[in-house]
């Protein structure tokens, strides 16, 4: 059965920072990663998607990284702005055409 | 291009009650998936349906259902609601090229509240 984890649970960083969110999965067999941005009471907004046979995703001041074999994913925030304030998600689909989703890291960039 | 469409987006049931929520997903998108999300629990599978059958099903009570209709658009339906139903429930569509996908996308959700 396949496992994601986010690390950190909760993130507070002040404006400007880069940051770095973790990603795990236990089961290697994956179509695919996403991550996914959640405002309070929203539903999900999609970041990036990296396929299996990829190893990273850029999108603006957004860089996602997949390991498959260690079952490890990271996205790097560069310049952090208030804006970034949300929860992220991590989800991992494969066989069973479904995605599995991490607890997610809650950020808070303050000014 | 259109996003994923859920209505209503608030709902208010009292407990016992049935109520249908309804997904329409991204023109050309064939997958559709059912989420639920609570505070306790995260994200979890309800059900996932590709032209018109349901391929995959979580561990969730015979109370929760679903269909897809020939358009893609699909249905869920909770009977007999009870307190702990109470959640966000989200829809998303995917493009899929065999067993893969290439990422889904998701609606605003729909917030259940049963009293």
């Known amino acids: 059965k396949q496992e994601v984890t986010q690390i950190p649970a909760a993130l507070s960083v002040p404006e400007g920072e880069n940051l770095v969110l973790n990603c795990s999965f236990t089961?290697?067999?994956?179509?695919?990663l996403q991550w996914f941005r959640q405002d309070p009471g929203k539903g999900l907004t999609s970041l990036l998607l990296?396929?299996?046979?990829?190893r990273e995703q850029t999108s603006g001041r957004l860089n996602a990284s997949l390991d498959k074999s260690s079952g490890r994913s990271t996205l790097y925030i560069a310049a952090s702005q208030p804006g970034d304030s949300a929860t992220y998600l991590c989800?991992?689909?494969?066989?069973?055409?479904?995605?599995?989703f991490g607890t997610g890291t809650r950020l808070q960039v303050t000014l | 291009k259109a996003g994923v469409t859920q209505t209503p987006r608030y709902l208010i049931k009292t407990r016992g009650q049935q109520v249908t929520l309804s997904c329409s997903p991204i023109?050309?998108?064939?997958?559709v998936s059912w989420y639920q999300q609570t505070p306790g629990q995260g994200l979890q599978f309800l059900f996932e349906?590709?032209?018109?059958?349901?391929?995959n099903k979580g561990n969730f009570p015979g109370r929760f259902s679903g269909r897809q209709f020939s358009n893609s658009r699909s249905e869920m339906n909770v009977s007999t609601l009870e307190l702990g139903d109470s959640a966000l429930y989200l829809c998303?569509?995917?493009?899929?090229?065999?067993?893969?996908?290439?990422?889904?996308?998701f609606g605003s959700g729909t917030r259940l509240t049963v009293v």
């Open positions: 349906y590709f032209s018109e059958t349901q391929r």
């Open positions: 990296i396929q299996s046979s990829q």
């Open positions: 023109s050309g998108h064939r997958s």
């Open positions: 998303a569509s995917s493009l899929l090229a065999g067993e893969a996908n290439y990422g889904y996308t």
């Open positions: 989800a991992v689909s494969g066989t069973a055409s479904k995605l599995t």
């Open positions: 089961d290697s067999a994956i179509y695919n």
